[in-house]
């Protein structure tokens, strides 16, 4: 048994403080680089030194490395009995719960789990079974929408007995959503599995309905501790607070200044509002960073002032200033790029650095392409983290392979490829017939296609083998005849797979259909630039393909590591390089609705600075392609946000120059363009009111046709409350959230729905998608 004021020698003193106050509720606040783990660790250690038996502790975490690695830590301080805690990640402790009392539900102890892949297909054989266009009935915004509200605790019958859901599936044009919950719901159950969402769902069902069980576990557990409390979503909320209500003694540790994971439906008020719920509550701020130069520290703390809703604290350092923060400005994404790879080229080999000690942080995915191809020009090899790299992404190889049929008919990898995709109801039996007519007779794959006849006979699935023959005949003539943008513009519009992509609103959804632009963006860019003599889709693939021939870092060499910043929380990094920062971008355009959401995007951008150790470097673009268009950018909001004494404006070659303003002590950027928080007044605390059930399951927006990142920001009026999109006619006066006053032009019907072209007063003319104007008849 270790001395218990031993391990107290290690820690500072709010750390010791946070370690030691063991009885009751407490708020330990975790500012960036504060060693939140070290704490953690620490205190349990600490419990396990004066006696308390290992399995009277649980410990919850939201990833399994960060159990293990705290438990590896608590054996090194008090030995083998660490084993016996109750720690790992939410799904699992309550998993292991439910293996031993899901009995009383109705489940069966081996109750299977289904992961994302399993519940998908269930919801598709649903869709099918009842007949419904499985393009609206989409299962990942199926899935997205029921998963949300099992989150905000709503069951299939409470969902479908809620008016307010009724008419959100009506005007979404899903009404049998509710019906399709139902069915899910039954046949999980029939199938005695459950979704990953079931294991919290479940639980608190189990602790509600059965109170001999909820009582057991309330004396077992003497002390409850939780990490990245700032990340917890209302079922998680109400099972831990369930859980403590005999003992008291809960700990939970967080940042919510770190707080950036709502669109899974993490919540920030169960941080904010924690004291509400314990009035006895003790606070513990740790704000002493052991991570970064004092120069980084300073603009974190310059950035987050700006965030209404927190809790206050002052985050400082012991270590030295350090270099003054870079901010370059480039003409273009792709010259932002290049001034990234040339800045790491030269920060190696001047300071001796390994690869291993530079990230590149992106808001998005899409835009690690120019990155990719910057890094492999100079030889430097790269690792993207929590994504594939930009070319090996599922939605660009199929693209791709449409375009390897465009420019090769007999690319036999592209045609299995894309035959099937989007769906043509060609199963298995006719292919395999394609195959074998193809292999007997010698012949390449699509000379059967084309002449079905002539080698498989008379049947109905040969319609469909035409269709497509048809088709890749005509994206031939296109990629002969135009340009690579334009072939890849139209190939991409009439395989169906641009459709189906931005029909399909959920998170992953839209960042797919983001990547396919940027894909296209990139065809926009190889013809643009003056160097290549061919501006044919062929030789755009033979580029992609030399370029992604290069191999990219193995896992035991040294890498740059590139990610986006919501992957990035939780690690650091020597030079980090946080590029994008642009208005629309960075706060990202569908994030400033509101106050809130642009609070979190504001906390994203403190995620990210906080992420480097020695040196940040920050980078935005002049211009960028926006579907397939140059347009003008501006200057991230955030960026005007940092004291300019702490970035370094020295070099005009690389940096933002006066014009930007950047250094004008009396500038003011744009207002924030956000709707007024009385528009959405919530329960102050979700655990205040049992009747709380918020369920974030709005449709994402998706851009505007024409929208520009640097449209002008126009403050809403105070009753602006949009009219159907079905009331919007020529002739009228309109309002516009963002863009402001102007006069609808016309209306067009066009593939993704109706569009109107209206005259706006600042901005000019713009073409918007109706269904996701929002559009406010003036009278």
Known sequence: MSNPEKLLQQLNDKQRQAVTQTEGA???IAGAGSGKTRVLTYRIAYLLALGVEPW???ALTFTNKAAKEMRERIETLVGTEARNLWMGTFHSIFARILRYEGHKLGYQSNFTIYDTDDSKSLLKNIVKELKLDDKVYNANSLLNRIS???????SAKEYNLNPQFKEEDRHAQRPEMGRIYQIYTHRCFQANAMDFDDLLFQTNVLFRDHLDVLHKYQH???????????????SQYYIIRKLSAVHLNICVVGDDAQSIYAFRGADIRNILNFEKDYPDLNIVKLEQNYRSTQNIVEAANKVIENNQKQIRKTVWTENYKGEKIDLFKANSDNEEGRLIASAIFEARANKKLSLSEFAILYRTNAQSRAFEEA???LGLKYRIIGGLSFYQRKEIKDIIAYFRMATNRYDEEAFRRSINNPRRGLGDTTLNKVYLASRENAIPIFEVVKNTARYLGSNRANAGLEKYALLIETFAKIAEEKDAYEAAKFIAQQSGLMKALFEDSTVEGRSRYENVQELLNATKEFVDNPENEEKTLAFFLQSVSLITSGDEAKDDEPAVTMMTIHAAKGLEFSQVFVVGMEEDLFPSGRMIGSRAELEEERRLFYVAITRAKEKLTLSYALTRYYFGSLKPCEPSRFLFEIDPALLNLSNPSRVLNQGDNFGNTHYKPQTPAYKSDKTAAKPTSPA??????????????????????NAHVHKPSEDFKANPS?????????????????NVLRLENAQGGKRAIIAFDKVGEKTLILSFAKLRIVE
């Open 56 to 58: 009277q502790i649980l």
């Open 688 to 709: 205040a009111s049992s009747t709380h059930k918020e369920i974030r399951l709005s449709p994402p927006s998706i851009p505007s046709v024409g929208s520009s990142p």
């Open 726 to 742: 079905h009331q919007i006619e020529a002739g009228q006066r309109v309002e516009h959230a963002k863009f402001g006053y102007g």
């Open 148 to 154: 949300s509200a099992k989150n905000s605790l709503i």
């Open 26 to 28: 407490t708020l330990i």
């Open 220 to 234: 077992k557990f003497r002390y409850i501790l939780v990490d990245e409390f700032q990340d917890t979503n209302l």
């Open 375 to 377: 890094l492999r020009r």
